[in-house]
């Protein structure tokens, strides 16, 4: 029995445990109330502020070689200083969420009051596959999902020969009910409207609701809404609920995997498996198609799935529920071409093609650098610049960091348009860092400089204080390395560009290398400083390791001191968030590591998962979901290390399953099945022509096109 349903015996006590639905541009979160109905809505494009244009400072243009040269100095904290007064935006940045940065925030309330009928069974389940959420409650029965055709939400409620009263309500709204409809219009300052039409009869209420704004549309947002709906209520409601479970079947039947015990506690309530996760590897299997069901809910607009996905409760949501491109949007699609997930990216490439546009301005004020940059966090207005604070804000290799994925979408498509299509973009990021990589005299490496390794801080050897502006930290200079190499591949691939890729080449062979600390570990920054924070919840100068693929076992003196980085964190406390735990699942299962994935996977079950099975952060935070679906599939298959390896992390505990349909890197797909630990059939179906390695049972394998064990 496949592990595909969320299932509850009482109702949701509160929003962390509703169930969600979504379409990727309208959901909503289910409370499933006995004598009544809660749903609180989204829209994807709910967000507050504006476009502005005065954020870049370009007194950090002009402060450079003086920050520059405390640094070099050594002086850290003269430079911490320096850089608190110019390396930062201009106002207040990404914290102005009452003006221009805005945040994503709830399109309101829906409540629905019916008689409560006394005693009887209750249960409320997600059935993932279908895209459907259920309760039932003696006679009443209640169904609700959200069309992706017909842009719309559906809510039936069957089991009373009375009218439901039905009530919407959102701050700021115009709200008006006229017994069929209730309409309510607004201004975020983005115009939007919200459109809710009732049909009662023979006993049963069903609701037809959508919402939209103004946001990249110059249309009337209240048209739009009675456009939408007119279409689905005349294809009706068992035409678009049957066309919304077939897409959702269809979209998740792509990939699929089975673990011991699959289905064994299927009837167990989900909160108490969460809370009891030992030995149920069942929950592993439901918690990876939960992951890939929030990733089809929430990015299929035209926004990327932001910090919460996009369900929000709130008008000022924790940390604006924006994008934050210093890890958290990119564990959001970490697994989407593993899982054939592929055309849900989408949105976060269409992101990334708008700050890179954006990022040229920051790049030319605040830096005086051709090309384009972007920070710590984005919005859908396409901030870029510099963030508050020069410990998280100085993150400059943000944006290349994006375009990992846009190198993922290439290694796994094979495809050269995917190349041509966003060369210019690469080439663009590219220009800034050759342009802003500066020779450090202490050692004769290219380094950034101010730069700083995200939100983390050391303990400046100067006066023992802690500070975060240094040259050179770890991850820039993987992630430069990295893009450095992905242009001059790309533009061999074109034919194109060729002195440019000659100088990228020449600074490769300049940049600062890995180096290996005094506690064995990989070193963070420039220098072997010591930490302010050993369990700081970033583990930055891993990110060769995970979701790189520059620290691997053909490097074993490297790998092992990942191993070690690792595991001091670990010791000081390390893992204590939900998408930093789900970051450890992923590191220790490219060290090949079974058991020790699997019990930072358990630990994520425990420590870091809300009821209804969303991320804590806390709060709620989406990414850890998706991060922690990566890993499991890391556990199952890689393909980063020139070749294809079945199993290459696999506990004991999951001795004998399943997986069909994995993407591999070269344009492959792969299914297998194993018992006792051993493999015991793998397909490998690929392009004609395609060649590619493969390692089954510590055996290896060259192929070509396919690939059949045992042969």
Known sequence: ?????????????????????????????????????????????????????EYDNPETAAHLDEMRRLIFAGRYSEAQRLCLKYMICRGEGHH???????????????????????????????????????????????????????????????????????????????????????????????????????????????????AATAYHDERDPMAVCRETLDAAMAAGYEAVREENRAYFASMLGRVGIELPGS???????????IAEPEGDSGLAELYFNFGRYLLLCSSRGKLPANLQGFWCQDYKAPWSADFHININIQMNYWFAEIADLAELTKPFFDLIRMIAKAGEKTARVAYGCPGWVAHVVTNPWG?????????????????????????????FSRDPAVLRDFYPVIRGASEFFLAYLVRDPRTGYLVTCPASSPENSFISPEDGAPVSVC???????????????????????????????RSLGEAMNELLPLRIG?????????????????????????????????????????????????????????????????????????????????????ALFRRST??????????????????????????????????????????????????????????????????????????????????????VNEEEFAFTGSFRYPG
């Open 518 to 602: 005094k506690y064995g570990g990989i070193m963070e920054w420039g220098e072997d400083f010591e930490e302010a924070e050993p369990g700081h919840r970033h583990m930055s100068q891993l990110y060769g390791l995970y979701p790189g693929d520059e620290i691997t076992k053909s490097k074993p003196e490297l790998f092992g001191a990942a191993r070690r980085t690792i595991e001091r964190r670990l010791a000081h406390g390390g893992g204590h968030t939900g998408w930093s735990r789900a970051w450890i699942i992923n590191f220790f299962a490219r060290l090949g590591d079974g058991e020790a994935a699997k019990d930072n996977l358990t």
């Open 1 to 53: 029995m496949t592990e595909n349903r969320l299932f509850y015996t009482a109702p949701a006590a509160d929003w962390n445990e509703a169930m969600p639905l979504g379409n990727g541009r309208l959901g909503m979160m289910v409370y499933g109330g006995i004598g009544g109905e809660r749903i609180q809505l989204n829209e994807e494009t709910f967000w507050s502020g504006w476009e502005y244009p």
């Open 383 to 411: 901030y870029t610049s510099l963030g508050c604070h020069p410990q998280y804000g100085a993150f400059a290799a943000a944006g290349a960091w994006c375009l990992r994925h846009v190198k993922e979408r290439w290694l």
């Open 96 to 210: 102005d969420v009452e003006a221009a940065y805005g945040s994503y925030q709830t399109a309101g309330e829906l409540t629905v009051a019916v008689s409560a009928e006394e005693g009887g069974d209750f249960c409320r389940e997600l059935l993932l596959d279908e895209g459907l959420a259920r309760v039932v409650h003696g006679k009443e029965e209640r169904e609700y999902f959200v069309s992706y055709r017909y842009n719309t939400a559906v809510v039936r409620i069957a089991g009373y020969g009375e009218v439901p009263a039905v009530k919407y309500e959102r701050r700021g709204a115009a709200v008006i009910d006229d017994g069929r409809e209730i309409t309510a219009v607004g201004y975020l300052p983005l115009c939007y409207a919200v459109l809710i039409r009732r049909e009662f009869r023979d006993g049963v209420l069903t609701l037809w609701i959508t």
């Open 610 to 695: 809300l009821p209804n099975m969303f991320d804590n952060h806390p709060p709620f935070q989406i990414d850890g979901n998706f991060g922690g679906t990566a890993g499991i599939m890391e556990m199952l298959l890689q393909s980063h290390d020139g070749g294809i390896e079945v199993l290459p992390a696999l506990p004991a505990e999951w001795g004998t399953g399943s997986f069909t349909g994995f993407r591999a890197r070269g344009g492959f797909r792969v299914s297998a099945e194993w018992k006792d630990g051993r493999v015991i059939r793998c397909t490998v179906d690929g392009k004609d022509g395609e060649s590619g390695r493969i390692r």
């Open 471 to 501: 040259a050179g930290p770890t991850m820039d200079m993987s992630i430069i390395r990295e893009l450095f190499a992905f242009n001059i591949e790309a533009a061999e691939v074109l034919g194109t560009d060729e002195e440019f890729a």
């Open 263 to 273: 289905g064994e506690k299927a009837d167990t309530p989900t909160d108490r498996r």
